[in-house]
Nanobody
Framework: EVQLQASGGGLVQAGGSLRLSCVAS????????IGWFRQAPGKEREGIACLSNSEGSISYAESVLGRFTISSDNDKNTVYLQMNSLKPEDTAVYYCAADRSASSWSNANWILYWGQGTLVTVSS
C-alpha cells in the first residue's frame, strides 16, 4: 500500500517558520519525485516544491523560492519542507505527493500518489 503521511501544519504568525514532514512507504522512494502541493480556498492545487533523486533535481514555485527549502532523509523515506518568512498568502492545505517525474508538479492531475493534507495557517 502506498502511503504518504504528512504532518507539521499549524498556526503561525507572519514572518514565522514551520516545518512539514512527509513519510513515504509502499514504493521505491528513490525512483520517484517527492514533494509538496498546496491548495488555498477557492484556488487550484499548485506545485510548491519537488525533489527528485533519479532526475537529480530540486525545484520550487516562484512564490516560495528563497523562503521554502525541500530536503529529504532517504534512510527514513522522509521529505521535509522548511518554510521560513511565512506570509498570510501561504495559508493553504499542504499536500505531500509523489510521481515518476518532477515535471508532474506543473499539473496536479498528473500526480500518481497523494498524501493527506495538513493545514498551514499564517496570521497577519
Amino acid at each position: 500500500e502506498v502511503q504518504l503521511q504528512a504532518s507539521g501544519g499549524g498556526l503561525v504568525q507572519a514572518g514565522g517558520s514551520l516545518r512539514l514532514s512527509c513519510v513515504a512507504s509502499g514504493f521505491t522512494f528513490d525512483d520517484y519525485a517527492i514533494g509538496w502541493f498546496r491548495q488555498a480556498p477557492g484556488k487550484e492545487r499548485e506545485g510548491i516544491a519537488c525533489l527528485s533523486n533519479s532526475e537529480g533535481s530540486i525545484s520550487y514555485a516562484e512564490s516560495v523560492l528563497g523562503r521554502f527549502t525541500i530536503s529529504s532523509d532517504n534512510d527514513k523515506n522522509t521529505v521535509y519542507l522548511q518554510m521560513n518568512s511565512l506570509k498570510p498568502e501561504d495559508t493553504a492545505v499542504y499536500y505531500c505527493a509523489a510521481d515518476r517525474s518532477a515535471s508532474s508538479w506543473s499539473n496536479a492531475n498528473w500526480i500518481l500518489y497523494w498524501g493527506q493534507g495538513t493545514l498551514v495557517t499564517v496570521s497577519s
